[in-house]
């Protein structure tokens, strides 16, 4: 189906906006009439440059307050609406959205709304253009699809039909199952957008925190297939008023949104396909099944020296030199980290790719082309394996690779060599990765690690820091096989000047099988962990019952706790290289957590030893 977005979701001049759209692939483009209204350009000079572009003009809105009002009213209601057919036929644009009355409405009386849209539609129709009703959620008497429809209905005219909007329809909790009464021929337009499950009103809710498709809590998948079962075979537009997205680049939010209604085509495709005579013509992508576990972690550094001596008192073992390249390989049982310091001048220490274990790195790579996610090329020599990779929002670079069959290791293993000593045994595998945020790249991280990686989000957390608070959400499959938790500080939201600055430090967190033993050792080794605070231990020892001796054991090690009703979680940090720190954790039991409630300690000691 044709893909289209409003301008309102983008940054910039119309102009802008529209090159933004095309460079993205979208089919079509609503105009939004303020940024009509500002622009420079005449409307032919716009409808020509959309001609050019390949962007057909899909609708324009809105065209506010028309029906339910008084006959003196009315006129000056044609008055308007002829000037706008007017700039539409400029345009060369067919359809106008009109948004039931929430300011000027008297009479509540779907008759009366039914004869004045009609008389609309005489006007609209005679100019060969239609006219899309729709329900807003806080309209003053219409403010339901069904509603809108039943008036549509009643009008019984040809050139009026209803626009129907994921939002209006789903931030009121209203049953889209209804959709499917309406004739697919009267529905002119669908707006599809999501957004964060909140208790706000609608309109705050709708003018500020609207997500593209597979960001928030809406079901999309289940409202556009009930879409496409009525007979819509229309645009699929794009219609989302978000703050953070009218200032961001304009290109990178276009390829975003187009990379997320893609993936609404293919979960409502595969929706609809489970059911008997379910084919559409909604777009497909290469499905790929959850990663199975973390290949490797990569810090990046112009010197890792000192990322190296902490890997060594952890526990890890040194695993060889590239044979090729600056690049050094620590691991110890299943856990790999890869020490890179080529073309990294200047470069403090940071997390700078994340390879996983997947069953199929060509599918997944063939995926991430469909949904236009920037490939990643790096320098390699004829024995070197190339593995397909991709960047996320915020700059990491996203690998898979799958062990030859028959062995537990990755083949690149074996393009390292001169690795000497034994590590830890105590330490098993990479539990999670936790990834700081730009704000403005959150909800795209989100979707980016949902809908390439399969991975499943979770529900969002906020934790207070000496920084404010720190918005948090875990990306993971369904086994917990593969974490990221990513973060972000809203007061640090200001991108930095330099490419690979962070708003605040990030995280491997290494899974063991004995965090006292392993702490000890690595006590021994000459690491000092980041300090706990006595008042920690004592709020501890008020929370759970674990004995002085137990306590006592905690705080002489700095280790934390964790517990709930499935099992414990003890673990600790090392300090912060650069921009990047490294926790070992041990879970007991079925604890699936992180151990939220010791995230401020951390944060409060980080920020004193800044």
């Not at 050139?159 to 209006?168: K, M, N, R, Y």
């Not at 060594?312 to 390249?325: C, I, N, P, V, Y």
């Not at 393009?415 to 330490?427: H, L, T, V």
């Not at 004995?514 to 231990?537: H, K, S």
Request: hydrophobic share 45%.
């Amino acid at each position: 189906m044709r893909t289209s977005i409003a301008t309102v979701c983008l940054s910039g001049t119309i102009v802008d906006k529209l090159h933004a759209a095309a460079d993205a692939g979208f089919d079509a483009v609503e105009i939004f009439e303020p940024d009509l209204v500002v622009a420079q350009q005449s409307p032919e000079e716009l409808r020509a440059l959309s001609d050019r572009l390949g962007l057909e003009l899909s609708l324009y809105q809105p065209f506010r307050d028309a029906e339910g009002v008084s006959d003196d009213v009315f006129r000056a209601v044609l008055h308007r609406a002829e000037a706008k057919f007017e700039l539409m036929e400029r345009l060369g644009i067919d359809t106008v959205l009109v948004c039931s009355n929430v300011a000027t409405a008297t009479v509540d009386d779907d008759a009366v709304s039914a004869s004045q849209l009609a008389r609309l539609a005489d006007r609209a129709a005679a100019r060969g253009m239609r006219i899309a009703y729709e329900a807003l959620a806080w309209g003053r008497f219409v403010d339901d699809y069904r509603r809108s429809w039943r008036i549509v209905e009643l009008a019984g005219h040809e050139a009026l039909g209803v626009c129907l909007d994921s939002f209006h329809i789903l931030s009121r909790g209203h049953d889209p199952a209804g959709i499917e009464s309406i004739p697919g021929e009267k529905v002119f337009f669908v707006q599809l957008a999501d957004a964060p499950l909140l208790s706000l009103d609608v309109l705050s809710w709708s003018r500020h925190h609207r997500l593209f498709p597979g960001e928030g809590g809406f079901d999309l998948p289940a409202f556009l297939a009930h879409v496409v079962r009525g007979g819509y075979r229309g645009p699929l537009s794009l219609e989302v008023f978000n703050d953070t997205f009218r200032q961001t680049d304009a290109w990178r939010t276009a390829r975003h949104a187009h990379r997320s209604l893609r993936v609404l085509e293919d979960a409502t495709a595969r929706l609809l396909a489970s059911a008997p005579g379910g084919a559409t013509d909604l777009a497909t992508v290469t499905a790929v099944p959850e990663p199975r576990g973390f290949d490797f972690v990569e810090i990046k550094a112009e010197n890792t020296d000192a990322v190296a001596v902490l890997l060594d008192q952890l526990g890890f073992a040194f695993a060889g030199q590239h044979r090729t390249k600056d690049v050094r390989l620590w691991s110890q049982g299943d856990a790999r980290v890869v020490l890179n310091e080529q073309q990294a001048r200047g470069r403090e220490p940071s997390i700078a790719a994340v390879g996983l274990d997947v069953a199929d790195p060509a599918a997944a790579a063939s995926r991430a082309s469909a949904l236009s996610v920037p490939r990643v090329f790096r320098r390699t020599s004829a024995q070197d394996q190339d593995l397909p990779a991709v960047v996320a929002p915020d700059g990491t670079e996203i690998f898979w690779s799958t062990p030859t069959p028959g062995s537990a290791t990755p083949d690149w293993v074996a393009e390292f060599s001169g690795g000497f000593g034994a590590g830890d045994a105590a330490i098993r595998g990479i539990d999670h990765v936790n990834l700081a945020q730009h704000a403005a790249d959150f909800d795209e991280a989100v979707l980016f690690y949902g809908s390439l990686l399969a991975l499943r989000p979770s529900a969002t957390t906020e934790v207070a820091g000496p920084v404010g608070l720190v918005r948090s959400q875990v990306v993971r499959s369904r086994d917990g096989g593969v974490r990221f938790a990513l973060n972000v500080a809203p007061s640090l939201s200001e991108r930095d000047a330099t490419p690979d600055a962070r708003p605040f430090a990030q995280h491997v967190a290494i899974s063991c099988s004995d965090v006292v033993g392993l702490a000890r050792r690595a006590r021994e080794r000459g690491l000092r962990f980041l300090p706990v605070p006595t008042n920690y231990y004592e709020d501890l020892a008020a929370r759970f019952d674990l004995g002085a001796e137990r306590i006592a054991e905690l705080r002489s090690l700095d280790l934390l706790y964790d517990r709930d009703a499935d099992g414990e979680f003890v673990h600790f940090y090392t300090p912060t290289l650069g921009s990047v720190f490294i926790e070992l954790v041990q879970r007991v039991g079925g604890y699936d957590g992180y151990g939220a409630g010791n995230a401020p300690v951390r944060m409060a000691a980080q920020h004193a030893a800044a």
